[in-house]
C-alpha cells in the first residue's frame, strides 16, 4: 500500500475484489477480499486473515436506489402489516408502510456511504507515536438475523505510525458500519481493519459493548444482557503491555 495520503487511497469506482461472494464476510456486499497486490501480511503486522476486508468498495446503495425501492419496501410493509392481522386501512396504519419504509432505509443508510469519501481530506501526517483513544461513541445498528436493533457503545485505540485521523472521523467510521444489517463481531473487525488500512499505524484496538433487543424483547429475554466484543490488531494484538493500557484507559 503506498503510504502518501493521496496514493493510499483508490477512486470511487474502484470493483471489489473478482472473488468476493455474496454473504459469506465483511465488505459492503458481504464478502471477505483482500485489495489485489496486498502484500500476504496485514498492515499491522498480522498474518494473513481471511476475515481482513477492504473498506476500498462500491457503494451498495444510492439516493437514487432508494427512492426506487420505496415503493416495494412500503409495499413490503403492507404485507407484513395484514400477515399480523392488522388492517393496513386503518386510519393510524394508513401511512404506516411508507413511515416504516423510510425508517429502514435511514437505519441502513451505512450502504450509501464509503468509507473512502470521509477519510479522503481527514489523514495528517504528524510525528505523534503515542496512543490515541476515542470511547463512549454511540452506536445504533440492526440485527441481521431478526431485524431489530443493536444499541451500545464503541471504543477505539490506535497507535499512530507518523499519521493521524481526524478525531470525528473515528466516529463517522463506527455510523457507515454500524448503519447496516450487522453482527456485532463483523462490525468490531470491519472498523478496526477500516482505520488499520486508512493509517498503516502500529496498532489497533476496538471494543463494543451492546445490548442485543434480540435477547431483550424477545427468545431468552435477558433485559440486562450485554454483549462484549473487541479486534485488537498490530502491537495492541502483540504486546501485552499495550493491549492492558488501551483496555486500562477505556475503563477509566
Given at each position: 500500500?503506498?503510504?502518501?495520503?493521496?496514493?493510499?487511497?483508490?477512486?470511487?469506482?474502484?470493483?471489489?475484489?473478482?472473488?468476493?461472494?455474496?454473504?459469506?464476510?465483511?465488505?459492503?456486499?458481504?464478502?471477505?477480499?483482500?485489495?489485489?497486490?496486498?502484500?500476504?501480511?496485514?498492515?499491522?503486522?498480522s498474518?494473513?486473515?481471511?476475515?481482513?476486508?477492504?473498506?476500498?468498495?462500491?457503494?451498495?446503495?444510492?439516493?437514487?436506489?432508494?427512492?426506487?425501492?420505496?415503493?416495494?419496501?412500503?409495499?413490503?410493509?403492507?404485507?407484513?402489516?395484514?400477515?399480523?392481522?392488522?388492517d393496513?386501512?386503518?386510519?393510524?396504519?394508513l401511512?404506516?408502510p411508507?413511515?416504516?419504509?423510510?425508517?429502514?432505509q435511514?437505519?441502513?443508510?451505512?450502504?450509501?456511504?464509503?468509507?473512502?469519501?470521509?477519510?479522503?481530506?481527514?489523514?495528517?501526517?504528524?510525528?505523534?507515536?503515542e496512543?490515541?483513544?476515542?470511547?463512549?461513541?454511540?452506536?445504533?445498528?440492526?440485527?441481521?438475523?431478526?431485524?431489530?436493533?443493536?444499541?451500545g457503545?464503541?471504543?477505539?485505540?490506535?497507535?499512530?505510525?507518523?499519521r493521524?485521523?481526524?478525531?470525528?472521523?473515528?466516529?463517522?467510521?463506527?455510523?457507515?458500519y454500524s448503519?447496516?444489517?450487522?453482527?456485532?463481531?463483523?462490525?468490531?473487525?470491519?472498523?478496526?481493519?477500516?482505520i488499520?488500512?486508512?493509517?498503516?499505524?502500529?496498532?489497533?484496538?476496538?471494543?463494543?459493548?451492546?445490548?442485543?433487543?434480540?435477547?431483550?424483547?424477545?427468545?431468552?429475554q435477558?433485559?440486562?444482557?450485554?454483549?462484549?466484543?473487541?479486534?485488537?490488531?498490530?502491537?495492541?494484538?502483540?504486546?501485552?503491555?499495550?493491549?492492558?493500557?488501551?483496555?486500562?484507559?477505556?475503563?477509566?
Amino acid at each position: 500500500m503506498e503510504r502518501s495520503k493521496q496514493g493510499s487511497l483508490h477512486g470511487p469506482n474502484e470493483k471489489r475484489d473478482a472473488g468476493e461472494s455474496a454473504g459469506k464476510g465483511y465488505g459492503t456486499g458481504g464478502g471477505r477480499t483482500r485489495r489485489p497486490g496486498a502484500p500476504a501480511g496485514d498492515s499491522c503486522g498480522s498474518p494473513a486473515s481471511p476475515d481482513v476486508e477492504t473498506w476500498r468498495e462500491e457503494r451498495a446503495r444510492s439516493v437514487e436506489d432508494n427512492q426506487i425501492s420505496l415503493p416495494g419496501l412500503a409495499a413490503a410493509y403492507t404485507t407484513i402489516l395484514r400477515g399480523l392481522g392488522e388492517d393496513p386501512q386503518r386510519q393510524g396504519l394508513l401511512k404506516t408502510p411508507w413511515r416504516a419504509a423510510t425508517a429502514m432505509q435511514f437505519f441502513t443508510k451505512g450502504y450509501q456511504e464509503e468509507i473512502i469519501d470521509i477519510l479522503n481530506d481527514a489523514i495528517f501526517d504528524e510525528d505523534h507515536d503515542e496512543m490515541v483513544i476515542v470511547k463512549d461513541i454511540d452506536m445504533f445498528s440492526m440485527c441481521e438475523h431478526h431485524l431489530v436493533p443493536i444499541f451500545g457503545r464503541v471504543h477505539i485505540g490506535y497507535l499512530p505510525n507518523k499519521r493521524v485521523l481526524g478525531l470525528s472521523k473515528l466516529a463517522r467510521i463506527v455510523e457507515v458500519y454500524s448503519r447496516r444489517l450487522q453482527v456485532q463481531e463483523r462490525l468490531t473487525k470491519q472498523i478496526a481493519v477500516a482505520i488499520t488500512e486508512a493509517l498503516q499505524p502500529a496498532g489497533v484496538g476496538v471494543v463494543i459493548e451492546a445490548t442485543h433487543m434480540c435477547m431483550v424483547m424477545r427468545g431468552v429475554q435477558k433485559m440486562n444482557s450485554k454483549t462484549v466484543t473487541s479486534t485488537m490488531l498490530g502491537v495492541f494484538r502483540e504486546d501485552p503491555k499495550t493491549r492492558d493500557e488501551f483496555l486500562t484507559l477505556i475503563r477509566s
